[in-house]
């Protein structure tokens, strides 16, 4: 208990908490409407799994620059099978979530097998998606899928909680499960915390990349469905402004950049913190570009902050060692 | 004329005394050789002159000055070039860049490269080094690259400089070139401070000699024309051990070898290695920084090619793929040397540390790891090992590193390993924490393990091993029994490691 209440997620709950409670203040308490509070909660679905998915490649040392590529391709590909060829929505769902877990796979085969840096494949594969999307959807918006996914993407439970929100806490706690309680889980963060080491113990660090790729996809797919469920349409720029939000909900949840980190929770709420600016924005009329500038500095500050504590940790852990070696001696 | 000197310098690491009131003096127009066992202190005094460490006590004096260097740059400065036994060449330039790195000469904010080439060339000229100074570093060979580290410890005005084992890597023929170089260091006035373990060179290039033992000199500034090679070997070895007193343990002789190589050959340069390890027993395999057997232990677990001959285990021929296979189907396990970068993860828990190579046999389905079995297994080792932590949740980069190497052994003690191949056990661990260290070891091949023991530290070797492999330049030099008596092992072992005449390229 003691550890958490030093952790990064603890400053972030915090923060959180104080920011939200300014909100309230300055909105005269409207935040705390029924409605306001859906509507907060429903455009945070999307960015925790963005987040989510650029943190699992971050935890085995990679990234994924194509997680808006991906996404968008995917959300175009259900919305023109849906439209156009009239697949029934579960198929056309379940179509467009594997289309996308295959490219998180096909990123990660092609990092493996070219030995390419992560950066340069996914450009790439970026690139290469975002022709396909134009392909798909061109110019025009894509609306006309049944209405009953776009019941789905705007229902809340008790008025409140938005379904596809509730989808992405859901998305959340399993992948927390899966890297932290199973064994490909659990490999990948050791790949990503010390690939040496890893290999030395019998892990393959290429299965590792894999995996972490394909997850990454996998949780993309899942966006991509939400999106897809609570938006009017679908088009072109369907994914175009994921990138920063991606890498910000991670690095601000602490997040080591040389991976080995798993920070679901750190995640989901750097996530929150991201949408307050947003919704401050909007309550004080300010510019949106101001969203992004504050975002990024945040990002900064928080890699910044990052780098301070590492470097005061191995400084102080230098002073200890050898008393430890001293005291400890012999058990 | 002494140009350079060293008085009583103290050196002190936690549990360890690195250096004991060393003294050094070097002349000007004079090849000192600088001698002493793996771990004496030689690279401890070297960093100390570079200004790398501290001293503790003692003072250096360059000119008969007191001098106090804060880093290698105000050595540099002050005259004192040093190539180090790492290259430190930057690949992407030229041989020209390379030697004015530390100041390049520069026009109008722009590096001026034909500046570059001309002081380069003069410098390479000192040395009657054919090298062109547009040459990118990359195409140079070995030998060529070292040289031009000289040329570069040079390019500073260097008056005193330091070798630390530069022929370490070189054939004979090129270390020819070499010697060639030091010679005009030396009839040009320069102090040269020459590192070597090979005798032969010492005693063909050096004026002086001073050895290191324990981190104190034993012998200073002697000359090498009235010293012989054996009394030298004998100022390295002859050091008293209060030998950790262990229960016997009998090995069965006549029982099959569990891991047994014949005619290996490696794609890091083994050549036809013989190598045979019993069921509680423990093989040493010795030899000097360099001399191939780390490389040995990791081309066994697949991670190197080996290019020919047979590895058999528990008497069938075998290929081993990588670690996984190693482990799963032939239940080898290896305890890196490097335990902060190779053995360990430092952000995870011990129990995580511990069970990474159970996590298979303890998967229920979907992959899952039940939290409880896991920390029930992780415990048993703890306890066996005596482990010191708080709780099993604890940072393996917050534990000392002692107790580091035993979560690094724990992992392949969780996996139930018949084979074991431990790599420099006991580096940087305290006196202490070694002796229960090597009860442990014995502990296991006394429970029927075979273990293959790398270790440079001769009392280490001489206390464990049941037979000795001397191992040299990728080659077994030759096979010991053990008879435990330190004074005698360590003269043969060391005599093997110097034998004239079997230098490999």
């Given at each position: 208990?003691?550890?958490?209440?030093?952790s990064?997620?603890?400053?972030?709950?915090?923060i959180?908490?104080?920011?939200?409670?300014?909100?309230?203040i300055?909105?005269?308490?409207?935040?705390?409407?029924?409605?306001?509070?859906?509507?907060?909660?429903?455009?945070?679905?999307?960015?925790?799994?963005?987040?989510?998915?650029?943190?699992?490649?971050?935890?085995?040392?990679?990234l994924?620059?194509?997680?808006?590529?991906?996404?968008?391709?995917?959300?175009?590909?259900?919305g023109?099978?849906m439209?156009?060829?009239?697949?029934?929505?579960?198929?056309?769902?379940?179509?467009?979530?594997?289309?996308?877990?295959?490219?998180?796979?096909?990123n990660?085969?092609?990092?493996?097998?070219?030995?390419?840096?992560?950066?340069?494949?996914?450009?790439?594969?970026?690139?290469?998606?975002?022709?396909?999307?134009?392909?798909?959807?061109?110019?025009?918006?894509?609306?006309?899928?049944?209405?009953g996914?776009?019941?789905?993407?705007?229902?809340?439970?008790?008025?409140?909680?938005p379904?596809?929100?509730?989808v992405?806490?859901?998305?959340?706690?399993?992948?927390?499960?899966?890297?932290?309680?199973?064994?490909?889980?659990?490999?990948?963060?050791?790949?990503?915390g010390?690939?040496?080491?890893?290999?030395?113990?019998?892990?393959?660090?290429?299965?590792?990349?894999?995996?972490?790729?394909?997850?990454?996809?996998?949780?993309?797919?899942?966006?991509?469905?939400?999106?897809?469920?609570?938006?009017?349409?679908?088009?072109?720029?369907?994914?175009?402004?994921?990138?920063?939000p991606?890498?910000?909900?991670?690095?601000?949840?602490?997040?080591l950049?040389?991976?080995?980190?798993?920070?679901v929770?750190?995640?989901?709420?750097?996530?929150?913190?991201?949408?307050?600016?947003?919704?401050?924005?909007?309550?004080?009329?300010?510019?949106?570009?101001?969203?992004n500038?504050?975002?990024?500095?945040?990002?900064?500050?928080?890699?910044?902050?990052?780098?301070?504590?590492?470097?005061?940790?191995?400084?102080?852990?230098?002073?200890?060692?050898?008393?430890?070696?001293?005291?400890?001696?012999?058990? | 004329?002494?140009?350079?000197?060293?008085?009583?310098?103290?050196?002190?690491?936690?549990?360890?005394?690195?250096l004991?009131g060393?003294?050094?003096?070097?002349?000007?127009?004079?090849?000192?050789?600088?001698?002493?066992?793996?771990?004496?202190?030689?690279?401890?005094?070297?960093?100390?002159?570079?200004?790398?460490?501290?001293p503790?006590?003692?003072?250096?004096l360059?000119?008969?000055?007191?001098?106090?260097?804060?880093?290698?740059?105000?050595?540099?400065?002050?005259?004192?070039?040093?190539?180090?036994?790492?290259?430190?060449?930057?690949?992407?330039?030229?041989?020209?860049?390379?030697?004015?790195?530390q100041?390049?000469?520069?026009?109008?904010?722009?590096?001026?490269?034909?500046?570059?080439?001309?002081?380069?060339?003069?410098?390479?000229?000192?040395?009657?080094?054919?090298?062109?100074?547009?040459?990118?570093?990359?195409?140079?060979?070995?030998?060529?690259?070292?040289?031009?580290e000289?040329?570069?410890?040079?390019?500073?005005?260097?008056?005193?400089?330091?070798?630390?084992?530069p022929?370490?890597?070189?054939?004979?023929?090129?270390?020819?070139?070499?010697?060639?170089?030091?010679?005009k260091?030396?009839?040009?006035?320069r102090?040269?401070?020459?590192?070597?373990?090979?005798?032969?060179?010492?005693?063909?290039?050096?004026?002086?000699?001073?050895?290191?033992?324990?981190?104190?000199?034993?012998?200073?500034?002697g000359a090498?024309?009235?010293?012989t090679?054996?009394?030298?070997?004998?100022?390295?070895v002859?050091?008293?051990?209060?030998?950790?007193?262990?229960?016997?343990?009998?090995?069965?002789?006549?029982?099959?070898?569990?891991?047994?190589?014949?005619?290996?050959?490696?794609?890091?340069?083994?050549?036809?290695?013989?190598?045979?390890?019993?069921?509680?027993?423990?093989?040493?395999?010795?030899?000097?920084?360099?001399?191939?057997?780390?490389?040995?232990?990791?081309?066994?677990?697949?991670?190197?090619?080996?290019?020919?001959?047979?590895?058999?285990?528990?008497?069938?021929?075998?290929?081993?793929?990588?670690?996984?296979?190693?482990?799963?189907?032939?239940?080898?396990?290896y305890?890196?040397?490097?335990?902060?970068?190779?053995?360990?993860?430092?952000?995870?828990?011990?129990?995580?540390?511990?069970?990474?190579?159970?996590?298979?046999?303890?998967?229920?389905a979907?992959?899952?790891v039940?939290?409880?079995?896991?920390?029930?297994?992780?415990?048993?080792?703890?306890?066996?090992?005596?482990?010191?932590?708080?709780?099993?949740?604890?940072?393996?980069?917050?534990?000392?590193?002692?107790?580091q190497?035993?979560?690094?052994?724990?992992?392949w003690?969780?996996?139930?390993?018949?084979?074991?191949?431990?790599?420099?056990?006991?580096?940087?661990?305290?006196?202490?924490?070694?002796?229960?260290?090597?009860?442990?070891?014995?502990?296991?091949?006394?429970?029927?393990?075979?273990?293959?023991?790398?270790t440079?530290?001769?009392?280490?070797?001489?206390?464990?091993?049941?037979?000795?492999v001397?191992?040299?330049?990728?080659?077994?030099?030759?096979?010991?029994?053990?008879?435990?008596?330190?004074?005698?092992?360590?003269?043969?072992?060391?005599?093997?490691?110097?034998?004239?005449?079997?230098?490999?390229?």
């Open positions: 208990m003691k550890r958490f209440a030093r990064t997620e603890m400053t972030l709950l915090v959180g908490v104080v920011f939200f409670v300014f909100l309230v300055a909105s005269h308490g409207d935040l705390l409407s029924a409605n306001s509070l859906r509507v907060l909660l429903q455009f945070l679905a999307v960015p925790v799994l963005i987040g989510l998915a650029q943190m699992v490649v971050l935890a085995v040392g990679q994924n620059l194509a997680v808006g590529a991906i996404g968008g391709f995917a959300a175009c590909a259900m023109v099978l439209a156009d060829h009239g697949v029934p929505v579960p198929l056309a769902l379940l179509m467009g979530f594997l289309l996308s877990a295959v490219a998180g796979l096909l990660g085969v092609l990092v493996v097998l070219t030995r390419i840096n992560g950066f340069i494949v996914t450009l790439a594969t970026m690139t290469v998606l975002l022709g396909v999307q134009y392909r798909l959807v061109g110019t025009r918006t894509v609306d006309a899928y049944p209405q996914l776009k019941d789905f993407g705007s229902s809340a439970l008790f008025g409140v909680l379904s596809i929100f509730l992405a806490l859901v998305v959340a706690g399993a992948l927390s499960v899966l890297l932290r309680r199973t064994v490909p889980g659990r490999r990948l963060l050791a790949s990503g010390n690939p040496i080491a890893a290999r030395l113990s019998g892990i393959s660090n290429d299965r590792s990349v894999v995996v972490a790729h394909t997850l990454s996809g996998a949780i993309l797919g899942v966006a991509a469905i939400l999106t897809v469920a609570s938006s009017p349409g679908v088009n072109k720029s369907i994914g175009g402004d994921w990138l920063l991606s890498f910000a909900a991670p690095i601000i949840g602490g997040a950049l040389t991976g080995g980190s798993a920070v929770l750190g995640t989901v709420l750097a996530a929150f913190i991201v949408r307050f600016v947003d919704t401050a924005r909007a309550e004080f009329s300010l510019e949106p570009s101001w969203v500038f504050v975002v990024g500095a945040v990002v900064l500050g928080s890699v910044v902050l990052g780098q301070v504590r590492t470097r005061r940790q191995e400084r102080r852990s230098v002073v200890r060692a050898p008393g430890a070696t001293v005291a400890g001696g012999v058990s | 004329m002494t140009l350079f000197q060293a008085e009583r310098v103290d050196k002190v690491f936690p549990g360890v005394r690195a004991d060393v003294t050094l003096a070097l002349e000007a127009g004079s090849v000192h050789a600088l001698l002493g066992e793996n771990g004496a202190g030689k690279s401890t005094l070297i960093k100390v002159i570079t200004g790398l460490y501290r503790d006590g003692g003072r250096l360059l000119d008969g000055r007191e001098v106090s260097f804060g880093s290698p740059h105000e050595s540099a400065s002050a005259g004192i070039g040093v190539v180090h036994q790492e290259r430190n060449l930057i690949p992407g330039f030229t041989v020209g860049e390379n030697i004015l790195l100041k390049l000469p520069t026009s109008r904010g722009l590096v001026d490269r034909a500046a570059v080439r001309s002081e380069a060339s003069r410098w390479l000229a000192e040395l009657e080094l054919d090298i062109d100074p547009d040459q990118p570093v990359t195409e140079l060979s070995v030998a060529q690259a070292q040289l031009v000289i040329a570069k410890a040079l390019s500073v005005e260097s008056r005193v400089l330091l070798l630390d084992e022929t370490a890597s070189i054939t004979p023929n090129e270390a020819a070139l070499l010697f060639h170089v030091v010679e260091l030396k009839n040009d006035g102090a040269v401070l020459f590192v070597s373990h090979k005798l032969e060179e010492v005693f063909q290039i050096c004026d002086t000699v001073t050895v290191l033992r324990d981190g104190a000199s034993v012998l200073m500034g090498l024309s009235e010293l090679r054996d009394q030298v070997v004998d100022l390295m002859g050091r008293v051990h209060e030998a950790l007193s262990l229960p016997p343990r009998e090995v069965d002789t006549s029982a099959a070898p569990m891991l047994e190589l014949s005619g290996v050959s490696t794609a890091t340069g083994h050549a036809d290695v013989d190598l045979a390890v019993r069921p509680g027993e423990i093989v040493g395999l010795y030899g000097l920084v360099g001399a191939g057997r780390s490389e040995l232990a990791k081309a066994l677990l697949g991670l190197d090619r080996i290019t020919a001959g047979e590895v058999r285990v528990r008497g069938s021929v075998v290929r081993i793929r990588n670690v996984r296979d190693a482990l799963r189907n032939h239940k080898i396990g305890v890196t040397e490097n335990r902060k970068e190779e053995g360990v993860f430092l952000e995870q828990s011990v129990s995580r540390n511990i069970a990474v190579t159970i996590w298979d046999r303890l998967r229920k979907f992959g899952y039940p939290a409880k079995a896991e920390t029930a297994t992780v415990a048993s080792y703890v306890d066996q090992l005596g482990i010191r932590i708080a709780s099993p949740d604890q940072h393996a980069g917050t534990l000392s590193g002692g107790n190497q035993k979560v690094s052994l724990a992992k003690l969780a996996a139930q390993t018949e084979i074991l191949i431990i790599d420099e056990p006991t580096v940087g661990i305290d006196v202490r924490t070694k002796d229960a260290f090597h009860t442990l070891i014995w502990d296991l091949a006394a429970n029927g393990l075979a273990i293959l023991l790398i440079s530290d001769l009392p280490e070797m001489i206390t464990l091993a049941d037979r000795v001397v191992m040299r330049d990728h080659r077994v030099q030759g096979e010991l029994p053990n008879d435990h008596d330190y004074d005698r092992m360590s003269q043969q072992v060391i005599r093997l490691i110097h034998a004239e005449g079997t230098t490999a390229a």
